[in-house]
C-alpha cells in the first residue's frame, strides 16, 4: 500500500524533473550541451531503483518522504546544473553515494534499535570528528568546516549532526525519568536535580566551544538546537529550551563581544547597505538576485546568476546560497514551493516520531525531523537576510558531498522508523 | 512526548511562515526598490551587451564612448572629468548615477522609441546599439566655468542657462572626478569631505544670503507697496525687532535711500522691514512661484536633486509652518534656515531675464538612433510664470545697478551690460561666507543666465563675480576681462 503511494507519488516528481532539465537545456543551449536531458534519466532511474529496494527492504515505510526527497535533490542538481555543469556532475556522483549509504541503512540496519547500545560510542565519533575538524580543519570564509582528506573535501559537521542526534536519542531516553522530576524551583521554573543538568551544560560548553574553535555561529546553533529540541521532547518541560534560550543567548552575546566573525555577520545582517562591496556585498548580491525574481522568477537558466567569465555573482552560490539562485529564476512562486516541500518533509517526520511506540524511535525521528527543520530555516533565513547568515546547507539542494550523504544517512532512519511502526501496525 | 512533538512541528511552521513573510516581502513588495538601488549593477552587466548610444556635448565632442572588451562594451569618457557629476557612470560595480542612470532606457536602447528599430535589427541579426543623447552643454562654457573655479581653488558650483529656452549650457560642480578611474579611488572619493561625487548644482544646499533678495524684491515690488523709489532710513546700520538685531553687512548706516540702493547696496535693515511688512505669507508665495518646495523638473535621478526652501532639522518644512516676524525677517535677507541650489538660483535669473517667464530645465537636447535619425527633440516648455513682464523688467534694471555701482561691480565689464545680485551667506565656523552672483547678459537682451556660488570664498564676498562675468562673456561668445 505504501509502496504503491509512493509510486503514485513518484511521477509527477519524474516529470518536474525532466521537465526541469528540458527547461535548463533549452534556455543555455549556447553554453551547454544536450547532456542535461540524460542527467534527467539518471535521476528519475536512480530513485526508481531505489523505490524498487524499498518495496524489499522495508515496504511498509512512509510513502511520502522519499518522492518529497526526490523532488529537492533534482532542484538541487538542476540549479547546480545551471550553474556550472562539472559540479552537477560531481553532485551525482554524491548523490549515488548517498543513495548506497541510503540502501546499506536500509539493508543491514532494518532493526535500527541496536544502535540504542552504542550511543555512547557513536556519540563519542561525532565529538571526535569535529575535534579533528578543530585541530586539522582548514579555513574557509573564516569558518573552520572542512577537512581534507585525499584529494576530498568533507564537512565532518554533517556527519557528527547525524550521530550526536543519535546518542542524544539514546541517552535521553534512558534519562528522562530523571530530568523530568522536580527538585526544586528557579524563579517558578520546575528543575531536576542538579546532578542531572550537567548534560545540559555539558551540550552547551560544546556548542560554545564549537562556536569559539570552529568560528561558526551556525552549526554551533544547529546543535545547540537539536538538542533542546530532544531534551524538551524526552521531558516535555519548558524549563530546557528557556535555559538553553537563556544560555545560548548569553553565549551568543558574547561571542557578538568577543569574536570578528561574529560581529561581522551581525553588522552586516544589520544593514549590509554600507559595506555592500566589501563584507556586505556576498548577502547584497543575494537580495538583489531574491528581488529580481519576483512572483513567478526569471525562468530557469534565464536568471542573472554569472558574470560573462562564468564566474557566480554571489560567492558560494551553489552551496550556501543556492536558495538565492532557486528564488531568482523560480520566483516567489518556486522559492514558497521549496519551503512547503520542507514542511512537508519536516510534517512526515514529526509524524513519524509521534506514531513510533518506543521512546527511542520517538526522540530519534523528532531529533532528525528537528534538525531538518532548524538547518533550512538558519540557511534560508540567513540568505534573505530575516537572521543573521551563517554558512551551512540547505538539506538535499545545496552542492556538497557530506551534506548529500549525511542527509540521506538521516533519511534512511527515518523510513526505517516508520516501516517498524507501520509494520507493526499491520502485523 | 506527543504533545511536545506537536508543539515542535508548531514552532516549526511558525519559523517557515516567518520565512514565507520575508520572501514575499523581498519580491514583492521590496523587489523595485532593490531593483532600482544604485548598487544593483545585475541590468547593468546585462546591458553591457548592448553597445550603448554616446553621450555627446552641444557640439558633438564626445563625452561618453564604449570600449569593447571580452564582448562587453565598457565605458570610457574622453573628456575624463568634464561635467561629471551630470554625466554621471555606467560601471558594473558602482552602478550606475547622473543621466547615464536617467538616459539609460534611451542609451541602451530600451525605451520605447527605440525599440521598432532593434527589433528590426535583431531580425536581420545585426547587433543591438543604442540610441545617442546630445546634451546642451556648451564646452566652452563648461570649461570656462570650471577653469574659473579651478583658479581660484575653491569648492563651489556653476550653472548657465539659455535665457529663452531653459537648456543648461554649463553646470559646474568642483570639486570634481575623473570618470575613467574613480573605481580605483572610490574609498577615498567617498571619504572626502569635499564630497566630489556630490552635484553641488542640483544637490548642494546653499544659504542664499543676500542673493534670496531677489525673490523678495520681487514680491515687494508686485504688492504695490513698494515702487524702487520708496524711501527708506538707516541711521543705526542696525535694526532692532522683537529685540532681535538684525545687522548691515558692515554695521555702517546707510542714510536716506530708496529701494533700488538698498537692493544694490543690499541693506539688509532696510529688506528686514520690506519682509516684516511684506509677512511670510507673500514671501513665501513667491518662493513658491519660482519653483521652491520642488525639485526642478531636470533630467537627472531624482535622488540627484534637491528641493530649495526652507529646511529645519535638515527636512524641507513646508510653506504655512509657524515662524516669528523675527523669522521673517532673517528670511527676507536670505538667512532663516533657506537653503538653495545653483540650479534653482540660476532658473530665479532665467525667469527675471525672460520677462517672467521661467522656463523649464533641460541638458538633454535630442536622442538619435545610429542612422542618425532624431527619435527625440527637447522643445521648450514654460515651468511657470513667477513674476510679471513689467516686475521682471524694473528687476532688470535694479540689477543693472547692482553691477554698475553695488555690490556687483566685480562683475562689470566693458563688452556687455551684465545684470546681478550678489548675495555672501554667513555659513558659521571658522569657513569663510558663500559667496553669489545671479544674474543675466546682455541686460538689455537677455541671452544667458547664470548662478555662481563659491564656498569658503574671502570675506567680502568678491570671488564669485568675476567667475560670472567671464562665464557670461564665453556663452556670448566674447573674450573675458573687464
Same mark, same amino acid.
Given at each position: 500500500m505504501e509502496r504503491r503511494r509512493e509510486l503514485v507519488n513518484f511521477i509527477p516528481v519524474a516529470m518536474l524533473t525532466l521537465i526541469g532539465f528540458a527547461?535548463?537545456?533549452?534556455?543555455?543551449?549556447?553554453?551547454?550541451d544536450s547532456s542535461s536531458l540524460s542527467y534527467g534519466l539518471l535521476f528519475v532511474g536512480l530513485f526508481l531503483a531505489v523505490h524498487l529496494l524499498m518495496r524489499m527492504a522495508a515496504p511498509h515505510a512512509d510513502p511520502y518522504l522519499l518522492p518529497i526527497t526526490a523532488l529537492l535533490s533534482a532542484m538541487g542538481i538542476m540549479m547546480i546544473y545551471r550553474i556550472d555543469p562539472a559540479l552537477a556532475a560531481a553532485q551525482t556522483r554524491w548523490l549515488m553515494a548517498g543513495l548506497a549509504l541510503f540502501a546499506a541503512i536500509v539493508i543491514f540496519l532494518r532493526d535500527y534499535r541496536k544502535l540504542d547500545d552504542y550511543i555512547y560510542l557513536l556519540g563519542i565519533v561525532g565529538v571526535l570528528l569535529l575535534a579533528v575538524t578543530i585541530v586539522a580543519g582548514k579555513e574557509v570564509n573564516g569558518a573552520r568546516l572542512w577537512m581534507g582528506i585525499g584529494g576530498l573535501s568533507i564537512q565532518p559537521g554533517e556527519f557528527s549532526k547525524v550521530l550526536i542526534t543519535i546518542f542524544l536519542a539514546g541517552y535521553l531516553h534512558s534519562k528522562r525519568e530523571l530530568l523530568s522530576t522536580t527538585t526544586w524551583h528557579l524563579f517558578g521554573l520546575p528543575m531536576p536535580a542538579l546532578k542531572h543538568l550537567g548534560p545540559l551544560v555539558t551540550m552547551w560548553g560544546m556548542s560554545f566551544a564549537l562556536l569559539l574553535l570552529m568560528n561558526d555561529l551556525g552549526t554551533s546553533l544547529l546543535f545547540f538546537g537539536i538538542f533542546l529540541a530532544m531534551t524538551y521532547v524526552a521531558t516535555g518541560r519548558m524549563?530546557?529550551?528557556v535555559i538553553g534560550g537563556v544560555l545560548f543567548s548569553g553565549g551568543a552575546v558574547l561571542a557578538y563581544l568577543v569574536k570578528a566573525t561574529v560581529h561581522t555577520r551581525v553588522d552586516i545582517w544589520i544593514n549590509p547597505w554600507i559595506e555592500f562591496d566589501g563584507r556586505g556585498y556576498q548577502l547584497v548580491q543575494s537580495l538583489f538576485a531574491i528581488g529580481d525574481g519576483g512572483l513567478f522568477g526569471t525562468g530557469l537558466g534565464k536568471g542573472y546568476l554569472l558574470?560573462?567569465?562564468?564566474?557566480t555573482i554571489i560567492p558560494a552560490l551553489p552551496t550556501d546560497f543556492i536558495f538565492s539562485a532557486i528564488a531568482e529564476e523560480l520566483g516567489l512562486a518556486g522559492a514558497t514551493a521549496l519551503i512547503v516541500l520542507y514542511l512537508l518533509f519536516c510534517y512526515r517526520g514529526f509524524k513519524i516520531a509521534v506514531a513510533a511506540d518506543d521512546g527511542f524511535s520517538k526522540l530519534l525521528a523528532a531529533g532528525i525531523a528537528a534538525s531538518f527543520a532548524l538547518q533550512t530555516f538558519v540557511i534560508i533565513g540567513g540568505v534573505i537576510k530575516l537572521i543573521p547568515l551563517t554558512g551551512i546547507t540547505l538539506p538535499f539542494v545545496s552542492y556538497g558531498g557530506s551534506s548529500i550523504v549525511a542527509n540521506f544517512?538521516?533519511?534512511?532512519?527515518?523510513?526505517l522508523i516508520s516501516n517498524r511502526t507501520n509494520a507493526g501496525r499491520v502485523g | 512526548m506527543n504533545s511536545s512533538i506537536r508543539k515542535l512541528f508548531y514552532v516549526t511552521v511558525?519559523?517557515?511562515?516567518?520565512?514565507m513573510g520575508m520572501l514575499v516581502y523581498l519580491q514583492m513588495v521590496d523587489a523595485k526598490d532593490l531593483a532600482d538601488n544604485p548598487h544593483n549593477t545585475r541590468k547593468v552587466y546585462e546591458q553591457m551587451r548592448i553597445q550603448r548610444g554616446l553621450?555627446?556635448?552641444?557640439?558633438?565632442?564626445?563625452? &561618453? #564612448?564604449?570600449?569593447?572588451?571580452?564582448?562587453?562594451?565598457?565605458?570610457?569618457?574622453?573628456?575624463?572629468?568634464?561635467? &561629471? #557629476?551630470l554625466i554621471g557612470y555606467s560601471d558594473p560595480t558602482y552602478g550606475q548615477t547622473g543621466l547615464e542612470h536617467s538616459m539609460n532606457d534611451y542609451l541602451t536602447g530600451t525605451a520605447d522609441e527605440v525599440e521598432l528599430t532593434n527589433f528590426v535589427d535583431t531580425l536581420l541579426g545585426r547587433e543591438q546599439r543604442g540610441a545617442d543623447v546630445k546634451l546642451t552643454i556648451d564646452p566652452k562654457v563648461q570649461s570656462t566655468a570650471a577653469a574659473e573655479l579651478d583658479k581660484l581653488g575653491k569648492r563651489g558650483s556653476v550653472v548657465v542657462l539659455d535665457v529663452h529656452t531653459g537648456a543648461v549650457l554649463a553646470m559646474v560642480s568642483s570639486p570634481t572626478f575623473d570618470l575613467n578611474n574613480f573605481q580605483a579611488n572610490w574609498q577615498q572619493l567617498n571619504s572626502d569631505p569635499d564630497a566630489p561625487l556630490l552635484n553641488r548644482a542640483t544637490q548642494g544646499l546653499y544659504t542664499p544670503g543676500s542673493s534670496f533678495k531677489l525673490i523678495t524684491t520681487a514680491a515687494a515690488l508686485e504688492s504695490g507697496q513698494f515702487t524702487p523709489d520708496s524711501k527708506f532710513r538707516d541711521d543705526k546700520g542696525s535694526i532692532e525687532i522683537n529685540g532681535n538685531v538684525i545687522h548691515n553687512w558692515t554695521d555702517v548706516p546707510f542714510g536716506e535711500h530708496n529701494f533700488a540702493e538698498a537692493f544694490s547696496e543690499s541693506i539688509n535693515t532696510t529688506f528686514a522691514q520690506v519682509g516684516e511688512q511684506l509677512g511670510q505669507s507673500k514671501l513665501e508665495e513667491y518662493q513658491q512661484k519660482f519653483g521652491l518646495y520642488q525639485k526642478p523638473p531636470l533630467e537627472l535621478p531624482p535622488d540627484e536633486i534637491a528641493a530649495s526652501g526652507r529646511y529645519v532639522n535638515g527636512q524641507l518644512a513646508s510653506p504655512g509652518d509657524s515662524m516669528d516676524p523675527v523669522q521673517v525677517a532673517w528670511m527676507a535677507i536670505g538667512q532663516e534656515n533657506v537653503q538653495v541650489t545653483p540650479l534653482q538660483m540660476a532658473m530665479i535669473a532665467q525667469a527675471i531675464g525672460n520677462g517672467g517667464k521661467e522656463m523649464k530645465p533641460y541638458a538633454v537636447d535630442s536622442v538619435m538612433d545610429y542612422n542618425g535619425t532624431v527619435i527625440k527633440q527637447a522643445s521648450p516648455e514654460m515651468w511657470k510664470q513667477p513674476i510679471r513682464a513689467d516686475t521682471a523688467a524694473t528687476m532688470t534694471q535694479m540689477m543693472i545697478k547692482v553691477v554698475n555701482e553695488g555690490t556687483g561691480l566685480g562683475a562689470k565689464t566693458a563688452k556687455v551690460q551684465i545684470a546681478g545680485k550678489t548675495g555672501t551667506a554667513e555659513v558659521g565656523g571658522n569657513k569663510g561666507p558663500n559667496a553669489w552672483f545671479v544674474g543675466f547678459a546682455p541686460a538689455n537682451n537677455p541671452q544667458?543666465?547664470?548662478?555662481?556660488?563659491?564656498?569658503?570664498?574671502?570675506?567680502?564676498?568678491?570671488?564669485?563675480?568675476?567667475?560670472?562675468?567671464?562665464?557670461?562673456?564665453?556663452a556670448l561668445g566674447l573674450p573675458p576681462g573687464q
Amino acid at each position: 500500500m505504501e509502496r504503491r503511494r509512493e509510486l503514485v507519488n513518484f511521477i509527477p516528481v519524474a516529470m518536474l524533473t525532466l521537465i526541469g532539465f528540458a527547461t535548463v537545456y533549452a534556455a543555455r543551449s549556447a553554453q551547454i550541451d544536450s547532456s542535461s536531458l540524460s542527467y534527467g534519466l539518471l535521476f528519475v532511474g536512480l530513485f526508481l531503483a531505489v523505490h524498487l529496494l524499498m518495496r524489499m527492504a522495508a515496504p511498509h515505510a512512509d510513502p511520502y518522504l522519499l518522492p518529497i526527497t526526490a523532488l529537492l535533490s533534482a532542484m538541487g542538481i538542476m540549479m547546480i546544473y545551471r550553474i556550472d555543469p562539472a559540479l552537477a556532475a560531481a553532485q551525482t556522483r554524491w548523490l549515488m553515494a548517498g543513495l548506497a549509504l541510503f540502501a546499506a541503512i536500509v539493508i543491514f540496519l532494518r532493526d535500527y534499535r541496536k544502535l540504542d547500545d552504542y550511543i555512547y560510542l557513536l556519540g563519542i565519533v561525532g565529538v571526535l570528528l569535529l575535534a579533528v575538524t578543530i585541530v586539522a580543519g582548514k579555513e574557509v570564509n573564516g569558518a573552520r568546516l572542512w577537512m581534507g582528506i585525499g584529494g576530498l573535501s568533507i564537512q565532518p559537521g554533517e556527519f557528527s549532526k547525524v550521530l550526536i542526534t543519535i546518542f542524544l536519542a539514546g541517552y535521553l531516553h534512558s534519562k528522562r525519568e530523571l530530568l523530568s522530576t522536580t527538585t526544586w524551583h528557579l524563579f517558578g521554573l520546575p528543575m531536576p536535580a542538579l546532578k542531572h543538568l550537567g548534560p545540559l551544560v555539558t551540550m552547551w560548553g560544546m556548542s560554545f566551544a564549537l562556536l569559539l574553535l570552529m568560528n561558526d555561529l551556525g552549526t554551533s546553533l544547529l546543535f545547540f538546537g537539536i538538542f533542546l529540541a530532544m531534551t524538551y521532547v524526552a521531558t516535555g518541560r519548558m524549563t530546557y529550551p528557556v535555559i538553553g534560550g537563556v544560555l545560548f543567548s548569553g553565549g551568543a552575546v558574547l561571542a557578538y563581544l568577543v569574536k570578528a566573525t561574529v560581529h561581522t555577520r551581525v553588522d552586516i545582517w544589520i544593514n549590509p547597505w554600507i559595506e555592500f562591496d566589501g563584507r556586505g556585498y556576498q548577502l547584497v548580491q543575494s537580495l538583489f538576485a531574491i528581488g529580481d525574481g519576483g512572483l513567478f522568477g526569471t525562468g530557469l537558466g534565464k536568471g542573472y546568476l554569472l558574470f560573462p567569465s562564468g564566474q557566480t555573482i554571489i560567492p558560494a552560490l551553489p552551496t550556501d546560497f543556492i536558495f538565492s539562485a532557486i528564488a531568482e529564476e523560480l520566483g516567489l512562486a518556486g522559492a514558497t514551493a521549496l519551503i512547503v516541500l520542507y514542511l512537508l518533509f519536516c510534517y512526515r517526520g514529526f509524524k513519524i516520531a509521534v506514531a513510533a511506540d518506543d521512546g527511542f524511535s520517538k526522540l530519534l525521528a523528532a531529533g532528525i525531523a528537528a534538525s531538518f527543520a532548524l538547518q533550512t530555516f538558519v540557511i534560508i533565513g540567513g540568505v534573505i537576510k530575516l537572521i543573521p547568515l551563517t554558512g551551512i546547507t540547505l538539506p538535499f539542494v545545496s552542492y556538497g558531498g557530506s551534506s548529500i550523504v549525511a542527509n540521506f544517512g538521516a533519511l534512511a532512519l527515518l523510513l526505517l522508523i516508520s516501516n517498524r511502526t507501520n509494520a507493526g501496525r499491520v502485523g | 512526548m506527543n504533545s511536545s512533538i506537536r508543539k515542535l512541528f508548531y514552532v516549526t511552521v511558525a519559523l517557515f511562515a516567518g520565512l514565507m513573510g520575508m520572501l514575499v516581502y523581498l519580491q514583492m513588495v521590496d523587489a523595485k526598490d532593490l531593483a532600482d538601488n544604485p548598487h544593483n549593477t545585475r541590468k547593468v552587466y546585462e546591458q553591457m551587451r548592448i553597445q550603448r548610444g554616446l553621450i555627446l556635448a552641444s557640439d558633438k565632442t564626445v563625452l &561618453a #564612448q564604449n570600449q569593447k572588451q571580452d564582448n562587453l562594451y565598457y565605458r570610457t569618457y574622453p573628456q575624463g572629468d568634464f561635467a &561629471a #557629476q551630470l554625466i554621471g557612470y555606467s560601471d558594473p560595480t558602482y552602478g550606475q548615477t547622473g543621466l547615464e542612470h536617467s538616459m539609460n532606457d534611451y542609451l541602451t536602447g530600451t525605451a520605447d522609441e527605440v525599440e521598432l528599430t532593434n527589433f528590426v535589427d535583431t531580425l536581420l541579426g545585426r547587433e543591438q546599439r543604442g540610441a545617442d543623447v546630445k546634451l546642451t552643454i556648451d564646452p566652452k562654457v563648461q570649461s570656462t566655468a570650471a577653469a574659473e573655479l579651478d583658479k581660484l581653488g575653491k569648492r563651489g558650483s556653476v550653472v548657465v542657462l539659455d535665457v529663452h529656452t531653459g537648456a543648461v549650457l554649463a553646470m559646474v560642480s568642483s570639486p570634481t572626478f575623473d570618470l575613467n578611474n574613480f573605481q580605483a579611488n572610490w574609498q577615498q572619493l567617498n571619504s572626502d569631505p569635499d564630497a566630489p561625487l556630490l552635484n553641488r548644482a542640483t544637490q548642494g544646499l546653499y544659504t542664499p544670503g543676500s542673493s534670496f533678495k531677489l525673490i523678495t524684491t520681487a514680491a515687494a515690488l508686485e504688492s504695490g507697496q513698494f515702487t524702487p523709489d520708496s524711501k527708506f532710513r538707516d541711521d543705526k546700520g542696525s535694526i532692532e525687532i522683537n529685540g532681535n538685531v538684525i545687522h548691515n553687512w558692515t554695521d555702517v548706516p546707510f542714510g536716506e535711500h530708496n529701494f533700488a540702493e538698498a537692493f544694490s547696496e543690499s541693506i539688509n535693515t532696510t529688506f528686514a522691514q520690506v519682509g516684516e511688512q511684506l509677512g511670510q505669507s507673500k514671501l513665501e508665495e513667491y518662493q513658491q512661484k519660482f519653483g521652491l518646495y520642488q525639485k526642478p523638473p531636470l533630467e537627472l535621478p531624482p535622488d540627484e536633486i534637491a528641493a530649495s526652501g526652507r529646511y529645519v532639522n535638515g527636512q524641507l518644512a513646508s510653506p504655512g509652518d509657524s515662524m516669528d516676524p523675527v523669522q521673517v525677517a532673517w528670511m527676507a535677507i536670505g538667512q532663516e534656515n533657506v537653503q538653495v541650489t545653483p540650479l534653482q538660483m540660476a532658473m530665479i535669473a532665467q525667469a527675471i531675464g525672460n520677462g517672467g517667464k521661467e522656463m523649464k530645465p533641460y541638458a538633454v537636447d535630442s536622442v538619435m538612433d545610429y542612422n542618425g535619425t532624431v527619435i527625440k527633440q527637447a522643445s521648450p516648455e514654460m515651468w511657470k510664470q513667477p513674476i510679471r513682464a513689467d516686475t521682471a523688467a524694473t528687476m532688470t534694471q535694479m540689477m543693472i545697478k547692482v553691477v554698475n555701482e553695488g555690490t556687483g561691480l566685480g562683475a562689470k565689464t566693458a563688452k556687455v551690460q551684465i545684470a546681478g545680485k550678489t548675495g555672501t551667506a554667513e555659513v558659521g565656523g571658522n569657513k569663510g561666507p558663500n559667496a553669489w552672483f545671479v544674474g543675466f547678459a546682455p541686460a538689455n537682451n537677455p541671452q544667458v543666465a547664470i548662478a555662481v556660488v563659491v564656498e569658503d570664498a574671502d570675506e567680502r564676498g568678491h570671488d564669485s563675480s568675476p567667475i560670472a562675468r567671464d562665464t557670461l562673456l564665453a556663452a556670448l561668445g566674447l573674450p573675458p576681462g573687464q
